[in-house]
């Protein structure tokens, strides 16, 4: 079995997920309730980068860490029977989840030309370029 959009060269393991608190200095925004629909990329970062003080914070905000963990879960269960077919390797000590979200957010800020993607697609693709599988770090530990 291969995974369906297999970035470049290496195999993924972040971390709990890929995307979610976006504190540290990024600009918060709005969120629209057809962001829950979550049909882009574009969806997921508002979702990741909602206004702490807006009304939807709190179910965006966990939507985005749910979302993002539940698809890095799924790939984590996928490396772990295939282990050939990794493409992240996360390092030591790994990123919480809440950096890893804002990683990826600020990453989705930087290539605008993945804001209509699917989310999943570019949460893997930036995991893949974030975190990629080298010789010394492909056989090092398993996908968290």
Known sequence: MEFPHRPRCSPW?????AMALIAWGSPSHAVEPDN???NSTGDLVALCSADP????????????????SGAYQY????????????YVCVPEPA???????????????????????????SIFRYLSERY????????VGSPR
């Open 13 to 17: 393991g972040l971390l709990g997920a």
């Open 36 to 38: 829950f629909r979550l």
């Open 53 to 68: 003080a807006g009304p939807d914070y709190t179910a965006a905000i966990h939507f985005c860490h749910g979302f993002a």
């Open 75 to 86: 790939y984590a269960m996928l490396a772990a029977a295939m282990p050939s077919a990794r």
């Open 95 to 121: 990123p919480s989840r809440s950096e890893a979200i804002a990683g990826f957010v600020e990453w989705a800020r930087r290539n605008p030309g993945n804001t209509a993607d699917k989310p999943v697609d």
């Open 132 to 139: 990629p599988c080298t010789p010394a770090t492909a056989s």
